[in-house]
């Protein structure tokens, strides 16, 4: 044998040949991405303002603070129902009328209410508004998570519907500024929410119809955001059902156990010995940083796994994952500073599976239906999730019942969510539906 012989190289590697998933994502996919995850940013913004600023608002308005438990509750629940009536007209709208329009009447109903919510002085002005914020709120997500999914090539779409869902931490991180800002003076927390309005003109002037939507409409204009022809589907029918009891499980949990990581912090801090007040901006800090740095990780994380395990793969890791966490959250840290250790995991499981619908809901519906199930699933879940509140709200009041394990009862709905799966389709490396 030639000893000057040369070894053959090594056949290249078809992962390390193949492009990164940006790679095809043009200028004006990354402008919708950056317009459609601002409208979420000030979404989430408009929905953790009053989980921040719960206490002190219910102070100031519930005459008997016995009831103000079942209040905070309540008001969460009427969040829900507006979310889902908003999602499902708008995400209609958005179908029959183009998704620009309707990101712009979407955008302006959350950011407007929500400023009024600074002159509310009844119990029923805060019902009534935190109920047509949600509308705009729920509405927004409909239409934004489809026209990032239409957008976006296919390679690049699990990535970008994770991107566009994870950025609403930041909202979550502006609420918790701005209760830290204001204090006890809670109504100027919600003037804030007025800002938004001004990424109307954003919209109006960068924003254009995906070509997908347009050739809908100029094919089947009376078939657009049909109810009809989405149950009348048995396809359409039966995604739309099981992905809207999976949202169901989502958003309850959510307002029942997510957004307690204040409460679980407050209660620990009281426990031990601080002062109400003291524990009260403690438990801002914790939930809307610590714990939100964790969910926000968990958004961005979504989509990587989403590739990697496939949908129904990813989902089923969270699921359990989040069932184990929450009663791990609550029995095993004895002081404060290791309750703030395991918030960001808890945080991490069961808030960042939100980002999952963002991806998986568009993938599941044509395009003349696309944010009609889209918002009907992650927005309708939120009917069946509103009565939960109530039930969490009425175990939170109950005298002498431990707060920890009432949050532990309610992660258990993690495991219907993981069976729910059974029931949906996996969409991992499929063309979106025509």
Same mark, same amino acid.
């Given at each position: 044998?030639?000893?000057?012989? $040369? ?18 994502? $043009? ?15 000030f ?8 989980? !921040? ?13 016995a ?18 009536f908003?999602?499902?007209l ?21 950011s ?40 976006f ?10 991107i ?47 070509e997908r939507? $347009? ?69 801002? !800090? ?7 740095v ?7 994380c979504?989509?990587?796994l ?15 994952a989040?069932?184990? !966490? ?32 963002? !991806?998986?809901?568009?993938e ?62 996996e $969409? ?7």
């Open positions: 044998m030639d000893p000057t012989a $040369t070894t053959p190289p090594a056949a290249a590697d078809p992962a390390a040949a193949e492009p990164k998933w940006y790679a095809e994502v $043009t200028r004006y996919q990354w402008l919708v991405l950056v317009i459609a995850s601002a409208g979420w940013v979404d989430a913004f408009e929905g953790q303002v009053y989980a !921040i600023t719960q206490q002190d608002l219910l102070r100031d308005l519930v005459r008997d603070p009831h103000a438990p079942w209040w905070g509750e309540f008001f969460k629940a009427m969040f829900l129902f507006g979310s889902a908003g999602g499902i708008f995400g209609t709208w958005a179908d029959r009328f183009g998704r620009k329009p309707a990101m712009v009447v979407t955008i302006l109903f959350y407007l209410f929500s400023g009024l919510t600074f002159f509310a002085t009844q119990l029923w002005h805060v019902a009534a508004l935190r109920f047509l914020v949600a509308m705009g709120v729920g509405g927004e997500w409909a239409v934004a998570a489809s026209l990032v999914a239409e957008v090539p296919s390679r690049a779409r699990a990535r970008a519907g994770g566009f869902h994870g950025t609403s931490v930041a909202g979550t991180w502006l609420a918790a500024a701005a209760g830290l800002l204001v204090g006890t003076h809670w109504r100027y927390a919600y003037v804030l929410g007025v800002v938004p309005a001004l990424l109307v003109l954003w919209v109006r002037s960068s924003v254009r119809e995906p939507w $347009t050739k809908a409409a100029g094919t089947e204009p009376r078939r657009l955001g049909s109810f009809k022809e989405l149950f009348g589907d048995r396809v359409w029918g039966r995604r739309a059902v099981f992905g809207l009891l999976l949202a169901a499980v989502g958003l309850g949990t959510f307002w029942c156990v997510v957004v307690a990581g204040q409460d679980l912090a407050r209660d620990m801090l009281l426990r031990t010995g601080s002062a109400p007040a003291d524990a009260q901006r403690q438990s801002k !800090i914790a939930y809307g940083f610590v714990q939100a964790g969910m926000g990780v968990g958004f961005l979504v989509g990587p989403a590739e990697r395990l496939g949908r129904r793969g990813m989902f089923l890791l969270m699921h359990l989040a069932a184990a !966490i929450v009663p791990v959250t609550c029995y095993v840290p004895q002081s404060y500073g290791q309750l703030l250790l395991l918030l960001p995991f808890y945080g991490f499981f069961t808030g960042g599976i939100h980002a999952g619908y963002a !991806i998986y809901f568009p599941l519906f044509p395009n003349h239906l696309r944010a009609t199930g889209a918002g009907l699933c992650f927005n309708g879940g939120r009917v069946i999730a509103g009565p939960l509140l109530w039930l969490s709200g009425y175990l939170k009041s109950l005298p002498g019942f431990d707060l920890r394990l009432s949050l532990t009862l309610l992660g258990g709905l993690f495991l219907v969510g993981a069976f729910l799966l059974m029931f949906l389709p $969409t991992k490396g499929k063309p979106l539906p025509e």
